[in-house]
């Protein structure tokens, strides 16, 4: 069993050595060669990391997430599928982020009920044909017919939503519908519900956590 640790770039500049700060991320894997292509893909210094060797039956209580598997993931720039080296733990989180960033988007007021307004009802068929998306605002009617949807505007977000209905009976199961949608797409023999940009962007801002190295970041499949 192989492992590496490290800790996000930011941290490393205040770290002494030795220091518990060097250690908050680590990856592991029964076959060095998977350790690194993992730091070739994410374009780790290779003379800076070092490679530990664990015993075979070691059993940590992380390992279930942080074993590193190959991931099928689309890129929009070069419209191919990668394979990226990673674990279960980045994928997951890179998900998550996704899911958090398109629910601010998924409200959209009671003009988009006005499918007799051909615009709109366009609006809605094209939302109808995008993957794993929906409008929240008709599950939103379908758990409180009652509600005044008056008060929703493009830029109304969904912690303002949270806010102003906090006493109401919505239950945010719309965001949970969102959320398991992309979950049970998360498999490393299929294409991810994500794509390879999303991960890298989530992975230099969580885990890298340092902007000028946002360009340095990048895969060789």
Same mark, same amino acid.
Request: glycine share 2%; net charge negative; aromatic share 14%.
């Given at each position: &069993?192989?492992?590496?640790?490290?800790?996000?770039?930011?941290?490393?500049?205040? =770290?002494?050595?030795?220091?518990?700060?060097?250690?908050? %991320?680590?990856?592991?894997?029964?076959?060095?060669?998977?350790?690194?292509?993992?730091?070739?893909?994410?374009?780790? !210094?290779?003379? =800076?990391? /070092?490679?530990?060797?664990?015993?075979? +039956?070691?059993?940590? !209580?992380?390992?279930?997430? %942080?074993?590193?598997?190959?991931?099928?993931?689309?890129?929009?720039? /070069?419209?191919?599928?990668?394979?990226?080296?990673?674990?279960?733990?980045?994928?997951? =989180?890179?998900?998550?982020?996704?899911?958090?960033?398109?629910?601010?988007?998924?409200?959209?007021?009671? &003009?988009?009920?006005?499918?007799?307004?051909?615009?709109?009802?366009?609006?809605?068929?094209?939302?109808?044909?995008?993957?794993?998306?929906?409008?929240?605002?008709?599950?939103?009617? +379908?758990?409180?017919?009652?509600? !005044?949807?008056?008060?929703?505007?493009?830029?109304?977000?969904?912690?303002?939503?949270?806010?102003?209905?906090?006493?109401?009976?919505? +239950?945010?199961?719309?965001?949970?519908?969102?959320?398991?949608?992309?979950?049970?797409?998360?498999?490393?023999?299929?294409?991810?519900?994500?794509?390879?940009?999303?991960?890298?962007?989530?992975?230099?801002? %969580?885990?890298?956590?340092?902007?000028?190295?946002? +360009?340095?970041?990048?895969?060789?499949?």
């Amino acid at each position: &069993m192989y492992r590496i640790r490290f800790s996000p770039y930011s941290k490393q500049n205040k =770290a002494t050595p030795n220091d518990d700060n060097l250690l908050c %991320h680590r990856v592991y894997s029964i076959d060095d060669q998977m350790i690194y292509k993992f730091m070739l893909q994410h374009k780790f !210094d290779m003379s =800076a990391v /070092t490679i530990e060797t664990l015993p075979n +039956d070691y059993d940590g !209580d992380d390992l279930e997430y %942080h074993t590193l598997q190959e991931y099928q993931m689309f890129s929009n720039t /070069t419209k191919q599928i990668h394979r990226i080296v990673t674990t279960s733990e980045y994928v997951t =989180a890179a998900t998550e982020t996704v899911v958090e960033g398109l629910s601010d988007y998924l409200i959209f007021g009671e &003009m988009i009920f006005r499918r007799d307004i051909p615009f709109i009802n366009i609006v809605n068929k094209l939302i109808d044909d995008i993957p794993m998306i929906f409008a929240f605002d008709y599950d939103i009617l +379908d758990g409180c017919p009652a509600c !005044d949807t008056s008060y929703f505007n493009v830029k109304k977000d969904l912690e303002q939503f949270e806010q102003e209905y906090e006493n109401s009976d919505y +239950d945010l199961s719309s965001l949970d519908d969102l959320y398991n949608r992309f979950m049970f797409k998360i498999n490393p023999t299929q294409r991810l519900p994500i794509t390879l940009e999303a991960y890298v962007r989530y992975f230099v801002k %969580h885990v890298i956590t340092f902007s000028d190295r946002r +360009d340095s970041l990048w895969v060789k499949s």
